[in-house]
């Protein structure tokens, strides 16, 4: 596809998603300014730090590599890929994607399961040779993005911990918004604004909102993304506790390729009322 007919592509994809007209020219809500960011405002350094590899470096830079999660290999070929040398529990991430991973829990088990093995590296042959952004509403990003494959130990809390992620939404350069959530059977969830009040803010419907206060980490989070988000308009800064540390996840330039249906539709605007395009 031309990136001429891109916007016409947007408006038909937009409208499946929301059930809304997209007003290209004068973007008012969040997801709208998200399609608008789409077409105006991907850079190669979107790109750079779209992808799980060389965001590294930036990270490193702007930081600290404290921060960041072990790397076990990085390489092209899955079937390059040293097993042998690899511990009990990984994941393998593709850095060309969102959500193209597979955590092994049991290295023994997966190796000698040639059925789940062979998915699993017919689905990394395919990932080298995709390209994410048309699978995922054209965030553009992803496009120019070279296919390799990381691996990083799953780092998985002890079973009487609950995992806990941050989210911490930037706008313009500045955290604003920022989310706790905590997994277990039920997903806990706390949102707050950029003074840790809490608000009826959910980004995602499958959670419970929880009232308590910011926690350290949160704090910490906030702190270190304001480093990071210095030179964009919008940007997701995520992060994950594993025995009370805290480390980088990724950052996300369109959250839910600006497609999310709102709980509260107000926030939509809100939202992008704090969202200056200029």
């Not at 499946?16 to 020219?25: E, F, P, S």
């Not at 609950?162 to 949102?191: T, W």
């Amino acid at each position: 596809m031309d990136a001429k007919d891109y916007p016409r592509y947007l408006k038909k994809i937009f409208y499946k998603y929301t059930n809304q007209k997209l007003n290209l020219k004068n973007p008012k809500n969040f997801n709208e300014k998200i399609q608008w960011l789409k077409l105006n405002d991907t850079t190669n350094l979107k790109t750079v730090l779209t992808d799980k590899v060389l965001v590294r470096d930036f990270v490193k830079e702007k930081i600290s590599e404290k921060y960041l999660k072990p790397v076990l290999w990085i390489g092209n070929n899955f079937d390059d890929i040293p097993f042998d040398e690899l511990p009990e529990r990984f994941i393998i991430k593709a850095n060309n994607g969102c959500k193209w991973h597979f955590k092994i829990l049991n290295k023994t088990e997966f190796l000698e399961n040639r059925r789940l093995f062979d998915i699993v590296k017919r689905r990394f042959d395919g990932w080298m040779y995709q390209t994410f952004f048309v699978f995922c509403g054209f965030e553009l990003q992803y496009k120019n993005i070279v296919p390799k494959i990381l691996i990083e130990p799953l780092m998985v809390t002890e079973l009487s911990k609950k995992p806990v992620e941050y989210e911490i939404y930037c706008f313009n350069g500045k955290p604003k918004i920022f989310q706790k959530i905590i997994y277990s059977d039920i997903r806990y969830c706390s949102v707050y604004d950029e003074n840790y009040n809490q608000i009826d803010l959910k980004f995602r419907d499958i959670y419970e909102a929880v009232q308590e206060p910011p926690s350290e980490n949160l704090k910490l989070a906030v702190e270190l993304s304001q480093k990071l988000c210095l030179d964009f308009k919008l940007v997701r800064c995520d992060w994950f506790e594993y025995l009370g540390d805290l480390y980088f996840e990724e950052m996300t330039f369109t959250p839910f390729s600006g497609f999310y249906k709102f709980e509260k539709e107000e926030w939509n605007l809100r939202l992008g009322n704090m969202l200056s395009l200029k």
